[in-house]
């Protein structure tokens, strides 16, 4: 199993420019999730999934859209990039929303200049 | 949404036990609590998770206290590779789950 899977590792951007963030993972999982992390601080919930066809916001969702046409994929895509999205964005999943182990890709860096 | 406290940072000697606590007063009767940490540059990685019982596994243990309000995530005995920022979360019905900032644990050789 490749686990939980993200591309970019890395990506610049400028101010306006729009961009998927792409993930993918092959253990079957219904529930995925996206989350970014600014320095020093904990993780934040953009969007998450419970299953194909089904999508719903977190915690700070403006900025940001999501579609689960696939169980096993889950692309987050960015509008119109602002240098406050300059981050690093995480995607995750697990077998259902809650009470399971939720398993993390390696992460994209991001930055808008 | 419920909230959780931790420390911002603890600090162990090798090859000694860990107790990293944390307060979550206002968590639900439905409430999971799920302990991650996270290692410098990389994505936060599952330790462990209960909802009333105390829970074991490989890695570590999770004491709850008997009103839930509280836990402790323990690590039997710490090694350099237990540095990490230690998160303790609150996932239920009405609360996703929310990443504070976490508690930095430094080991000591």
């Known amino acids: 199993n490749a686990g939980v899977t993200q591309t970019p590792k890395f990506q610049v951007l400028k101010t306006g420019q729009s961009m998927t963030l792409q993930c993918a993972q092959d253990?079957?999982?219904?529930?995925m999730s996206w989350y970014r992390q600014d320095p020093g601080m904990g993780l934040r919930l953009i969007h998450y999934s419970v299953g194909a066809g089904i999508t719903d916001q977190g915690e700070v969702p403006n900025g940001y859209n999501v579609s689960r046409s696939t169980t096993e994929d889950f692309p987050l895509r960015l509008l119109s990039a602002a240098p406050s999205q300059t981050s690093v964005y995480f995607c995750?999943?697990?077998?259902?929303?809650?009470?399971?182990?939720?398993?993390f890709g390696p992460g994209t860096r991001l930055t808008v200049l | 949404d419920a909230k959780t406290t931790q420390p911002n940072s603890m600090e162990s000697n090798e090859e000694e036990p860990v107790h990293l606590p944390c307060n979550h007063s206002?968590?639900?009767?439905?409430?999971?609590i799920h302990w991650y940490r996270q290692l410098p540059s990389q994505g936060p990685e599952y330790v462990i998770h209960?909802?009333?019982s105390n829970v074991n596994n490989r890695m570590a243990s999770l004491a709850i206290a008997e009103d839930r309000k509280s836990s402790t995530l323990i690590l039997h005995r710490a090694t350099l590779r237990d540095a990490a920022v230690y998160y303790c979360i609150l996932e239920g019905n009405n609360n996703d789950m929310r990443f504070g900032a976490g508690t930095r644990l430094t080991v000591k050789p």
């Open positions: 995750a999943s697990s077998y259902s929303r809650l009470g399971n182990e939720q398993f």
């Open positions: 253990m079957n999982h219904e529930y």
């Open positions: 206002t968590i639900s009767g439905t409430d999971y």
């Open positions: 209960g909802l009333t």
